[in-house]
């Protein structure tokens, strides 16, 4: 097999994986066992003695997704290929389809982004019960599929590690280092270096977009309101990049739709209606900014679909304005 070259592999029990040979795979003593590959899902090793056969595509990088039944068994740690589902398996996918025209450098940096993802962030939910993994993927695939951006994957990679600085800033600082986190580290010495782990792995506009786009430190001796304004203002400044709306806007579109309570008990009912509130008093701002902006002549976004995404947060401004009790 050709280095760099894609093939299609039939295996002895029947599966069959497309991917691109970037490594051979070889014994202590240098002896070739088999070859590595990247497919769509992520990593794989196959043995000689797996392959029955292998058939040369003429295509420099992946276009289909593999079937189903395809067996994912990831470089990195076994676990991972067990804690992605199908529904995370499905929007992966989406992505390779949507941006059929990546390079195989592209398309090796979506899938390892995939793979931190599913460390990081396995199957922890959201305060609405979904899988915090899938509202990753979600902002990266409606990017494509709904803003029609497709060009840039350092876009599509940062729009799946948007929430990563926020919601595991401890594990990326233990990546970095290679041990557990010091407890004399501050925030901001922590985000640095968790940054630089970022660029070091994924290049330096993904580490310099998810930073930018990583919420300010909250301290304690602001209130809510407080909280908010200096939220606000950070976006305002954050959106004039037209990327950075982008991912912003796919990140607020998607949590405007789990805008809604999802109480485990009648004593739970109280404590998250105020939380809905919260979350009312926060968005709120924002649906009435992001719909400036998204009139702006360098927004790229399809004018038909302007006027679907506008209506939305129309929708949502309403909703958001009767949890607070302002008149229409």
């Given at each position: 097999?050709?280095?760099?070259?894609?093939?299609?592999?039939?295996?002895?029990?029947?599966?069959?994986?497309?991917?691109?040979v970037v490594e051979y795979w070889r014994t202590a003593k240098g002896k070739r066992k088999g070859v590595k590959i990247v497919s769509p899902l992520g990593r794989?090793s196959l043995h000689y003695t797996e392959i029955d056969k292998a058939t040369r595509q003429d295509k420099s990088h992946v276009r289909e997704s593999p079937p189903?039944?395809?067996?994912?068994?990831?470089?990195?740690?076994?676990?991972?290929?067990?804690?992605?589902?199908?529904?995370?398996?499905?929007?992966?996918?989406?992505?390779?389809?949507?941006?059929?025209?990546?390079?195989?450098?592209?398309?090796?940096?979506?899938?390892?982004?995939?793979?931190?993802?599913?460390?990081?962030?396995?199957?922890?939910?959201?305060?609405?019960?979904?899988?915090?993994?899938?509202?990753?993927?979600?902002?990266?695939?409606?990017?494509?599929?709904?803003?029609?951006?497709?060009?840039?994957?350092?876009?599509?990679?940062?729009?799946?590690?948007?929430?990563?600085?926020?919601?595991?800033?401890?594990?990326?600082?233990?990546?970095?280092?290679?041990?557990?986190?010091?407890?004399?580290?501050?925030?901001?010495?922590?985000?640095?270096?968790?940054?630089?782990?970022?660029?070091?792995?994924?290049?330096?506009?993904?580490?310099?977009?998810?930073?930018?786009?990583?919420?300010?430190?909250?301290?304690?001796?602001?209130?809510?309101?407080?909280?908010?304004?200096?939220?606000?203002?950070?976006?305002?400044?954050?959106?004039?990049?037209?990327?950075?709306?982008?991912?912003?806007?796919?990140?607020?579109?998607?949590?405007?739709?789990?805008?809604?309570?999802?109480?485990?008990?009648?004593?739970?009912?109280?404590?998250?209606?105020?939380?809905?509130?919260?979350?009312?008093?926060?968005?709120?701002?924002?649906?009435?900014?992001?719909?400036?902006?998204?009139?702006?002549?360098?927004?790229?976004?399809?004018?038909?679909?302007?006027?679907?995404?506008?209506?939305?947060?129309?929708?949502?401004?309403?909703?958001?304005?009767?949890?607070?009790?302002?008149?229409?």
């Open positions: 097999y050709s280095l760099g070259k894609t093939y299609t592999f039939t295996l002895l029990q029947g599966d069959v994986v497309t991917g691109k794989q189903p039944e395809t067996r994912i068994r990831p470089e990195r740690k076994p676990s991972e290929a067990a804690l992605i589902g199908e529904n995370q398996k499905t929007l992966l996918r989406r992505i390779f389809e949507l941006g059929e025209d990546f390079s195989p450098e592209a398309v090796a940096m979506i899938t390892d982004a995939a793979a931190l993802m599913n460390e990081l962030y396995g199957m922890r939910e959201r305060d609405d019960g979904t899988l915090a993994l899938n509202h990753a993927l979600r902002a990266a695939v409606r990017i494509m599929r709904f803003f029609e951006q497709r060009e840039d994957p350092d876009l599509i990679v940062a729009a799946m590690l948007h929430d990563a600085l926020e919601d595991h800033l401890d594990e990326l600082v233990g990546y970095a280092q290679g041990k557990p986190v010091s407890t004399g580290l501050s925030e901001r010495q922590k985000r640095e270096i968790a940054a630089t782990y970022l660029r070091s792995r994924f290049g330096r506009e993904v580490s310099m977009r998810v930073s930018a786009l990583s919420n300010p430190e909250r301290t304690e001796e602001m209130t809510p309101q407080e909280n908010n304004a200096r939220y606000l203002e950070h976006v305002k400044k954050l959106i004039l990049s037209p990327k950075n709306f982008y991912i912003k806007l796919s990140d607020l579109l998607d949590n405007s739709f789990t805008l809604k309570i999802k109480p485990k008990s009648r004593e739970d009912m109280h404590k998250q209606r105020q939380k809905l509130r919260q979350r009312a008093e926060k968005y709120l701002p924002l649906y009435i900014l992001f719909r400036e902006r998204l009139d702006d002549p360098d927004i790229a976004i399809p004018e038909h679909k302007k006027q679907i995404i506008t209506s939305i947060l129309q929708t949502k401004q309403k909703f958001a304005e009767r949890i607070l009790g302002i008149p229409a």
